[in-house]
């Protein structure tokens, strides 16, 4: 049964870096995609960033040029470095996989049927 735990959320100052990490257990190809998504309160889960299992990220436009994937296969780790943060990246922020199936990446809940229990993330004017 795969497990996905995240990590490294914390409160910080806009224009402050973190990062974020999710670890895969049990069995778990590396070619599985896997994601960040977030949620603020009173909005709907969005999509941060994804790789696909050819490797290839893909970002919110929000996020590109301040966020970073990346993947320590030999530990089934995936990244999120995130720098420049803002007041608006205040989220919980949540790691997914799509376990099965080879896919794309992808910001599109739809297709990830492996969740975490998520990390907040505040960010402080």
């Known amino acids: 049964q795969v497990q996905l735990v995240e990590s490294g959320g914390d409160s910080v100052q806009a224009g402050g870096s973190l990062r974020l990490s999710c670890v895969a257990s049990?069995?778990?190809?590396?070619?599985?995609?896997m994601g960040w998504f977030r949620q603020a309160p009173g909005k709907e889960r969005e999509g941060v960033a994804s790789?696909?299992?050819?490797?290839?990220?893909l970002y919110a436009d929000s996020v590109k040029g301040r966020f970073t994937l990346s993947k320590d296969n030999a530990k089934n780790t995936l990244y999120l470095q995130m720098y420049d943060l803002k007041p608006e990246d205040t989220a919980k922020y949540y790691c997914?996989?799509?376990?099965?199936?080879?896919?794309?990446?992808?910001?599109?809940?739809?297709?990830?049927?492996?969740w975490g229990q998520g990390t907040q993330v505040t960010v402080s004017a």
């Open positions: 997914a996989a799509i376990v099965g199936f080879w896919s794309s990446a992808s910001l599109m809940q739809s297709g990830y049927n492996r």
């Open positions: 790789i696909g299992s050819n490797g290839i990220p």
């Open positions: 049990g069995s778990f190809p590396s070619w599985y995609s």
